[in-house]
């Protein structure tokens, strides 16, 4: 995982990539909690806890966030994906070819005018997407077996 964007540049093309994990509108638990779980003492707090009482608490987090995110597996649409807002609020700013992105674990490719695209990779468990760049052009791809 990528815990900070990565600007890369290949072929001519300028790439943005980046987990995608907090950034843009909206989000604010999840933004509270990467501070939280990323805060040298709290870490510390959780190293020092017995391994059976920290797996407990992983495993019930874990869980209530996938119920709580159950529902927002599908296209928001356009206006609403907090990624692509990011991504047009950061063309603003800078030219990029690409902003790839996984967080949303949702396999989209949003044109976002300019010569810009927005790529989200998607997941491997049940869409079996990824991202190939060939040098001149990235397109998501799906696996087939």
């Not at 995982?1 to 290949?10: G, H, N, P, V, Y």
């Not at 959780?46 to 987090?61: E, K, Q, T, Y």
């Amino acid at each position: 995982i990528i815990s900070d964007e990565l600007i890369i540049e290949r072929g001519g093309k300028k790439l943005y990539l980046h987990h995608g994990d907090g950034l843009g509108p909206g989000d604010k638990k999840y933004k509270f909690l990467r501070k939280v779980f990323r805060n040298p003492f709290c870490q510390w707090l959780f190293s020092v806890l017995p391994p059976r009482v920290g797996m407990f608490i992983a495993n019930g987090w874990s869980g209530k966030s996938r119920i709580a995110n159950a529902n927002k597996e599908h296209f928001l649409g356009e206006e609403n994906e907090w990624l692509a807002i990011y991504a047009k609020e950061m063309l603003q700013k800078e030219h990029f070819d690409y902003f790839v992105f996984g967080h949303r674990h949702l396999p989209l490719d949003i044109d976002l005018g300019h010569g810009a695209r927005y790529v989200n990779l998607g997941e491997w468990i049940n869409y079996n997407t990824y991202a190939v760049f060939d040098g001149e052009e990235l397109r998501l791809e799906t696996y087939k077996a």
